[in-house]
């Protein structure tokens, strides 16, 4: 498990320094994750407010390293059948993003993993608060909120909604996942790079601010819902993962402005991107042959969908290579039953599956 986690935390901290510090990284190994304090006592070179973070709250640099394995995994979910896949192996995932970050401009999936990543700081920040497992914040104040108006079904009386309950702080996460996340570097060939990663981090968060949803509990006498008492949550992080993967379908590529601190749409009458939207300067490479360079472990191998005419359809994923069909056998639980109170007794039953597997 820890070498997993460790692939990740190591991928996240890649997005977050310059090159001349990734080694350093590198050097700390898997106690980096079981000892969240590491980052701190590690690295002498952080940024002014993420050092300020470390020493003063420690907890909350355990919770970035929670989040940026969460938007690793979601990254690894949305990008499963495709024929970058996310992978954590250190070899490639490495490879990849540093080359996309530090000796090359952005590419669309570097993108995907700056707002993933970024959103899911937002994300495990905002959930510590409103589990009370943060001294410094807890649920989200609702003072300064509007009362919700009263609803009433034609022939019932209106029913009263009021504030309350335990909302989740978005606000106090956003904050420490843009105190955390957005201390860049803007030296010379970087400010386009710099614009570009602190765009897509905005991006990550706003996905999540941006579509807060409202749950509300009913309070009266025998069940009745006299009253309401409502409360703001978070999405779930699933959908947080399946609206950035839209907007990474519809990425823009843009180019930095004449005087350093714009990026302008590439293309004709294309409209300027939105702050949810995510954005790119450089064309992907095609992932479909290993590459040193790029860090590409190419898709061969790989499991395809011989039916689909997506991008997990063998077509596409096998870059036009073949596939060939393998016979796989494993035991899944079968013939399940329920013995009073209270055990479900399964059998183990051989399972064979044909499989699609890339040239």
């Not at 190591?10 to 320094?17: I, T």
């Not at 309401?228 to 699933?238: A, S």
């Not at 409209?271 to 095609?286: G, T």
């Not at 479900?344 to 039953?349: E, I, T």
Request: charged share 20%; glycine share 8%.
């Amino acid at each position: 498990m820890w070498p997993f986690a460790a692939a990740q935390l190591r991928v996240f901290f890649c997005l977050l320094y310059p090159a001349n510090i990734i080694s350093l990284w590198w050097a700390v190994g898997s106690p980096l994750v079981m000892d969240p304090n590491s980052i701190c006592r590690k690295a002498k070179r952080l940024a002014g407010r993420q050092a300020e973070l470390c020493q003063t709250q420690p907890e909350i640099v355990s919770e970035v390293a929670k989040g940026a394995r969460l938007g690793i995994r979601e990254c690894q979910h949305q990008f499963r059948f495709r024929k970058w896949n996310c992978t954590t192996h250190k070899k490639y995932f490495s490879k990849i993003l540093q080359q996309a970050l530090f000796f090359s401009p952005d590419i669309r999936e570097t993108a995907f993993v700056s707002a993933v990543t970024s959103a899911g700081v937002l994300y495990t920040v905002s959930q510590a608060c409103s589990m009370g497992e943060l001294l410094q914040c807890g649920c989200e104040r609702t003072l300064n909120r509007v009362p919700l108006p009263r609803s009433p079904t034609p022939g019932t009386e209106a029913t009263a909604w009021e504030w309350g309950g335990c909302g989740d702080d978005v606000e106090f996460g956003y904050a420490k996942s843009k105190q955390f996340m957005d201390a860049e570097r803007k030296q010379g060939q970087n400010d386009i790079k710099s614009l570009i990663n602190l765009h897509n981090n905005e991006a990550g968060r706003l996905i999540i601010k941006n579509y807060m949803r409202t749950v509300c509990k009913c309070h009266g006498l025998s069940g009745s819902c006299a009253v309401k008492t409502c409360w703001k949550k978070m999405p779930h992080f699933r959908e947080v993962g399946d609206r950035l993967l839209d907007r990474f379908n519809g990425a823009f590529k843009v180019m930095g402005g004449n005087d350093g601190k714009t990026l302008i749409p590439v293309g004709h009458n294309i409209k300027q991107p939105d702050k949810q939207d995510l954005i790119y300067s450089a064309e992907s490479p095609d992932f479909c042959l290993p590459n040193r360079r790029t860090g590409s472990p190419g898709t061969r191998g790989r499991v395809c969908n011989g039916t689909a005419l997506d991008v997990s359809g063998c077509d596409l994923l096998c870059c036009g290579r073949g596939h060939r069909e393998e016979t796989v056998s494993f035991q899944e639980n079968c013939q399940c039953r329920f013995h009073w109170c209270c055990v479900v007794q399964c059998r183990q039953c051989a399972v064979r599956k044909e499989l699609s597997i890339c040239m």
